[in-house]
C-alpha cells in the first residue's frame, strides 16, 4: 500500500510524498520549539527534558489504550493533562529551586531529568517501537491527483496548525497572555501589580510541557513509540530554535514548518543529508544574522 | 600561582599513584580514566575559565579517534603521526564551530555545540570509512618512533600517563598565565574586559581551539587504548558525561575534573552490565549535584586538604536572572 514511498515510482509521487512527512515533521518541530520559546521566556530555562516529555506523551497514548482501553480521541487530551501535571511537579520539586542561578544549571538539571526519565523507559521497554495503531476514523488513503493523501497525515498537519494558532492566540489576545509577556518582560514589576508570578511560571511551564505531550500523541501512531524518541528530536529542535530565534512565537511556528519541509525535500535531492540539512542551515543563519531569522540582536 | 607545600606534597603523591596503579589495578580501566580525565580537563578549561558551556565536546574526542584509527589501521602511521593527525583535525573543527558558536552567547552558545556535535555523528554514521555503528576497529598501536613497542600493556600506559600529564600541564599553564587571567576576566565580566580593549571573541575562540584540540588528544588516545574508534563517542551522551564529570569534580578547580572522571569510569566499569541504569544514575548525579553540590568534590575539600582556604576557584554563583538582564548578561527573549 506504501509503495509509493520507494524511489522507483514516479519523482512527483516520492516528492509530494517526502514533503508531507517534511511538513509532518515540521509541525512536531513548530510545537516544540513554540514550548520552549514560552519556558525559556519566563522560566530562563532551556528546557532539555523537552523531548522526553514529547516521549512520555507519545507512551501515555499507548499505555491509555493498551493498558486502560482509552483511544486516540480521549488520549488527545488526558496524555497532555497528564504529562503537563508531572511537569509541575518538576517545576516545583526542582526547578523552582535553581531559579536565579545561571541558566546553565537549569539546562544541566533538566539533561538529567531527560536520562532519568528516557533511562527508566528504555529500561522497561528496550530500545524497540511500540506501535500505535491510527484510529479506525482517520483510516484511509485518499487519492487527490497527484499523489495519495493518508487521512491521518493530513489530520497531523491541521491540528498542530491549530495548536500552534491557539497558542499564539492565547499568548498575544488574551489577558492570560499578557500577563505572560508581561512577566517575561519584567517578573517583578508584574507581582507588584498583585499577579502571582510564581503560580504562572509553574503553569506556564505545565503547558508548555502539555504542548510537548500533545505532539508526542499526534506523534505515536506515525512514527513507533520508542524511549530514544524524544532525544533524537530534541537536538533538532535546538538547531531550530537557533534558527528562528526564541524572540517570536510566530517565527517558532514558521521556521518549524519550513525546516521540516527543507528536510523532506533534501530526502528527495540529495538524502545524504537529510539527517544533517537544518544543522547546516544553523551554520548559515549563524555566519548572516547570528541573533536568528526572527530574533532580536543580542 | 602560589605553590605551597602542601600542594607540592598532594602532586607528588597522586604522582606516585599514578605510577603504581598499574600494579594493582587493570591498566586498559587507569588508561581509560586518565583519557576520560584529559578530555574533562579540557571541557573544564572552558566552562571553568570563561565560562562557555560546550555541550557538544564529543564532537572532538570521537572526531580525533576517528582520524587516528584511520590513520593508523588504513594509512599504516605510526602513532606518533597518527595521534598528531586526531589532535590536528580535532583543532581544526573546533575552530570553524568554535568561531560559528561564539556569535551567540549563554544557553544559544550550548544549543548551538550541540547541534553541530549531532552533525558530527550523523556523518560519522553515515560517512564511507567510519565503519557506520561499528565503528573502526582492530587499530594496531605500533611502535612509537619505532622504539617502543605500545603494544605491551605497560609501556601504551606510561605512553598515555606521559600524554596525559603533557595535556594537563598545558592547561594549567594556560590558566595561571596572563592569557588565562583574561580569561578569567571575560568569564566574571565580559562587557568590562571588552571595554578594557579585550577582544573577548579571540580569546573565547582560541580557549575553544585548545579546549578542543586537548580533547581531541584525549580521543585519539583513547582510539589507540581500546584499539577502537566507537560511534558512542561522537554520541550526544559522550558530550553529557564529560559535563558531568566536571561537574562532580568541581567547575573550575584543576583537579576536579580529574576525581570526577575517575568516580565516573568505575561507575560505567561496575555497572556496565546493568543497561540503561548507567544513564539512570547519572542523571541522577547530574540532579543532584544540580541543586545540592554546585562546587564539586573538590571544591568542597580542597580548602581543607590543602590548608588553604582560599585556593579553589569555584565557578561564582551567578547574579540572579533578574540583574543578569539588567546587566545586559543574558540575552533577553520575549514573546512577541
Known sequence: MFDWVHISLPPAQALFGQLLIGLINGSFYAILSLGLAIIFGLLNIINFTHGAQYMLGAFCAWFLLNVLGIGYWPALILAPIAVG????????????????????????????????????????????????????????????????????????????????????????????????????????LVQTFGINVPRLVTLTYGGGVALAALAGVLAAPIYQVRPQMGSDIIVVVFAVVVIGGMGSILGAIVSGFALGLIEGMTKVFYPEASNTVIFVIMALVLLVKPAGLFGRAA | MQQTVVTRVWAAGLLALAILAPFFLYPVFVMNALCMALFACAFNLLLGYVGLLSFGHAAYLGTAAYVTAHAAKVWGLPPEAAIPAGVAVAAGLGLVFGWLAIRRQGIYFAMITL?????????????????????????????????L?????????????????????????TINSPFGQVLKAIRENEPRAVSLGYRADRYKLLAFVLSAALSGLAGSLKALVFQFAAISDVYWTASGEVVLMTLVGGLGTVLGPVVGAFILVTMQTYLSQTGSWVTIIEGIIFVVCVLTFRRGIVGVLAPYLTGRRASAEPLPEPPPAVEGHAQGLIEPAELR
Not at chain 1, 483510516?139 to 494558532?165: D, E, H, K, T
Not at chain 2, 553541530?116 to 565503528?135: C, R
Request: glycine share 12%.
Open chain 1, 85 to 188: 501535571i508531572t511537569g509541575i511537579v518538576i517545576e516545583q520539586l526542582f526547578l523552582k529551586r535553581i531559579a536565579g542561578l545561571d541558566h546553565l544549571y537549569g539546562l544541566l538539571l533538566t539533561f538529567g531529568l531527560a536520562l532519568i526519565i528516557e533511562g527508566l523507559f528504555r529500561e522497561q521497554y528496550g530500545s524497540s517501537g511500540q506501535p500505535y495503531v491510527i484510529p479506525p476514523e482517520l483510516q484511509g488513503v485518499r487519492n487527490i491527483g497527484f499523489m495519495f493523501l493518508p487521512y491521518y497525515r493530513a489530520w497531523v498537519i491541521v491540528a498542530s496548525l491549530g495548536v500552534c494558532l491557539a497558542t499564539w492566540f492565547v499568548i498575544e489576545k488574551t489577558r492570560l497572555g499578557a500577563y505572560l509577556r508581561a512577566a517575561t518582560e519584567n517578573p517583578v
Open chain 2, 115 to 147: 547541534a553541530f556535535a549531532q552533525m558530527v555523528y550523523f556523518i560519522a554514521l553515515q560517512a564511507p570509512f567510519t565503519g557506520g555503528e561499528n565503528g573502526i576497529q582492530g587499530v594496531p598501536r605500533g611502535r612509537l618512533f619505532g622504539l
Open chain 2, 149 to 173: 613497542d605500545l603494544g605491551d600493556g605497560l609501556t601504551m600506559y606510561y605512553f598515555v600517563l606521559a600524554m596525559f600529564l603533557v595535556g594537563f600541564a598545558i592547561i594549567m599553564r
